[in-house]
T-cell receptor, first 114, second 114 residues
């Protein structure tokens, strides 16, 4: 079945460091890909998405490019801030394979130190 | 605009007790779902509904019941709570009228079963 694998955390960075969180997926057909963020004590919020190969999603300085050849959707940010500390989830939706339900990776906790 | 509202925020149950976790959305979304979040496991789909009167099982449905009598409400019932159901539960909704529309999450219910 469809699945998402993302890098294990936690990830600890200093403010203004470069961030990469790796995400790869397994799915039949042409899934859409998402990054969600969860701040402490809150539900998940959509951070960015990409719906077809080579699309780049971006929001709040974060970017991710849908790479079908490597089945990847890595999250990047050039200069992280303390306020970016959160748990990040990679996810896919595949109307053909997973009945249109969102499938999540296990999450990566990011801590940014001043 | 309230979005997705979950109640209660916290609950402690004894083994064998029953309870209902409430979820309501005011966005007229057709799709609603329940996830549980456990450390190291990410989010796992319990049950989902694509419209009033229609429900289906997700990845981990055992021990949970749902119903969808209205578009707005999607309660999750635990008939006989077990310690393995200690978790954080999230309700989410989305519009199926818009392809790939994002999931909107509630702030979660933290359940402890002793």
């Amino acid at each position: 079945g469809d699945s998402v694998t993302q890098m294990e955390g936690p990830v600890t960075l200093s403010e203004e460091a470069f961030l990469t969180i790796n995400c790869t997926y397994t799915a039949t057909g042409y899934p859409s890909l998402f990054w969600y963020v969860q701040y402490p004590g809150e539900g998940l919020q959509l951070l960015l998405k990409a719906t077809k190969a080579d699309d780049k999603g971006s929001n709040k300085g974060f970017e991710a490019t849908y790479r079908k050849e490597t089945t990847s959707f890595h999250l990047e940010k050039g200069s992280v801030q303390v306020s970016d500390s959160a748990v990040y989830f990679c996810a896919l939706i595949n109307y053909g394979g997973s009945q249109g339900n969102l499938i999540f990776g296990k999450g990566t906790k990011l801590s940014v130190k001043p | 605009n309230a979005g997705v509202t979950q109640t209660p925020k916290f609950q402690v149950l004894k083994t064998g007790q029953s309870m209902t976790l409430q979820c309501a959305q005011d966005m007229n979304h057709e799709y609603m779902s329940w996830y549980r979040q456990d450390p190291g496991m990410g989010l796992r789909l319990i049950h989902y509904s694509v419209g009033a009167g229609i429900t289906d099982q997700g990845e981990v449905p055992n021990g949970y019941n749902v119903s969808r009598s209205t578009t707005e409400d999607f309660p999750l019932r635990l008939l006989s709570a077990a310690p393995s159901q200690t978790s954080v539960y999230f309700c989410a909704s989305s519009s199926r009228a818009q392809y790939n529309s994002p999931l909107h999450f509630g702030n979660g219910t933290r359940l402890t079963v002793t």
